[in-house]
């Protein structure tokens, strides 16, 4: 938002676990678990090797067919000790609801101020689910925002180095693969810690006490690609810089 012009109203982000500090990279999950199933083990190897790793969900999963607000804010910060996260928030915005609008952009943007995060890894724009898409179309504009010096957004602007693109309920075209074979006790772990969405009924392709034997054989799937047994996909909204010598 410029200066001048009346700002949206603000959406305060809650944290779930640790303490906002600035990040090497953040995940933005549309419900609670999303940044496991798709990012998990990518962000479970960075927090092992040191960095500074962080998720936001953007809403609390209130719609959600199984648990509650309550019970999954304690299933996130379950897993994100497990997975040796630095912070994990909540924006509280409208689960079933998530789109580029000036009031979300404005909380978004301003929580990226507040973990100043180089990395964003958010759902992919071709994703069937509205509030997976719809955080796509959101990040980008509250991207934009953080960095702006005139937007009042409080804080220090804070420009996002790299934006990647996550796998959630679409397919994907790849351009980076990561090996997440050493850490799948972990990244199982993550997700079963979501437990009032995995042990139940099944209600979703996602929602499902098979959870686990899905995303393993997608992972399975673009190792092999890789030549190693797991690997997770992302897209880049940029080209990547790659190091002829490495290959």
Known sequence: MLTGMTPPVATECHTVYGR????????????????????????IRLAQA?????????????????????????ECARAAAIMGLSWRGNL???????????EG?????????LVRPRVLVVPHHRDRHPDHFGTYHLAKRAIHLAQLRKADLGGEPHRIM?????????????????DVEGVQDVWEAAVRA?????????????????????????????????RVRYAEAFEAENALLVDPLAL
């Open 20 to 43: 906002p500090e600035p990040l090497d990279w953040l995940c933005l999950a549309p419900h609670p678990d999303d940044a496991e199933i798709g990012a998990g083990g990518t962000l």
């Open 50 to 74: 040191g960095r500074a790793v962080g998720i936001l969900e953007l809403s609390r999963g209130e719609r959600g067919t199984q648990g509650t607000p309550d019970v999954r804010v304690h």
């Open 92 to 102: 509280g915005l409208p689960d079933g609801e998530l789109s580029d609008t000036p």
């Open 105 to 113: 952009a404005h909380a978004l943007g301003a929580a990226l101020r």
């Open 162 to 178: 790299r934006v990647l693109l996550y796998q959630g309920n679409a397919d994907i075209h790849p351009d980076l693969l990561v």
């Open 194 to 226: 979501h437990d009032s969405q995995f042990s139940g009924q099944a209600i979703s392709e996602t929602v499902t006490p098979e959870i686990i034997e899905r995303r393993r054989a997608r992972q399975s799937y673009w190792g092999t690609l890789a």
